[in-house]
């Protein structure tokens, strides 16, 4: 059964500072994984999803995959205080699997 | 555009009485989850479907049944409701698998069990 683990749980960053967040998995079988947010109250947003090895970009989230190392990493570029939410890595293989997410906070 | 619609999306129960959730895609998925979603505990995976017809128990399935009588629809049954439910439940749709899956979540469904 696959595992995934996040760190920082919270995250508090100053407005246009690079955020970046960090996913564990448990073992190599998902077949892609992906970040979502969720603002306070609201449903998930898809963020990016990353399959291969290497970096995958969509607007300011980069998402890099390394399968070897069990990771997968959320780098947040020039965030906004609209950035401010809980982020949650999945890995998706037969199921999707969830972390507990990090909570992220931009100050002005 | 995909949609994934959930409904009621507040409910309030009594201890013991049942409560079904709906869940209605419109994106020919294959694959329908129900996870609930709890402080410190994050999303977790109650029931799945790889289809009409099927359900699979995911990795908290006690005190919950599914239903998937079609393409579209994926029912969370709660058939005695406890206080320990109480939560918010997102429903989600996706496809069978393979490096451009993607998986689409309702708005969520608010339950609260007195």
């Known amino acids: 059964q696959q595992k995934v683990q996040q760190s920082p749980e919270s995250l508090t960053v100053s407005e246009g500072a690079m955020a970046s967040l960090n996913c564990t998995f448990s073992d190599r079988s998902s077949d892609n994984f992906r970040w979502y947010r969720q603002h306070s109250g609201k449903g998930l947003e898809v963020l990016v999803s990353i399959f291969s090895d290497g970096e995958k970009e969509e607007g300011s989230f980069t998402a890099h995959l390394n399968r070897a190392s069990l990771h997968v990493f959320l780098h947040i570029r020039e965030p906004q205080p609209s950035d401010s939410a809980l982020y949650l890595c999945?890995?998706?293989?037969?199921?999707?699997?969830f972390g507990i997410g990090t909570r992220v906070l931009v100050r002005p | 555009e995909a949609a994934v619609t959930q409904s009621p999306r507040n409910k309030v129960a009594v201890t013991g009485g049942k409560v079904t959730l709906s869940c209605n895609q419109t994106n020919n998925h294959n694959n329908m989850y129900w996870y609930r979603q709890d402080t410190g505990h994050g999303l977790r995976l109650i029931h799945y479907s790889y289809g009409a017809g099927s359900t699979e128990k995911g990795d908290i399935p006690d005190g919950y049944k599914a239903s998937r009588p079609s393409q579209e629809n994926f029912s969370l049954i709660l058939e005695l409701a406890t206080p320990s439910q109480t939560s918010v439940y997102f429903c989600?749709?996706?496809?069978?698998?393979?490096?451009?899956?993607?998986?689409?979540f309702g708005k969520g469904t608010r339950l609260t069990v007195v």
């Open positions: 989600a749709s996706g496809d069978a698998g393979g490096p451009n899956t993607e998986v689409f």
């Open positions: 999945g890995s998706a293989g037969n199921k999707l699997t």
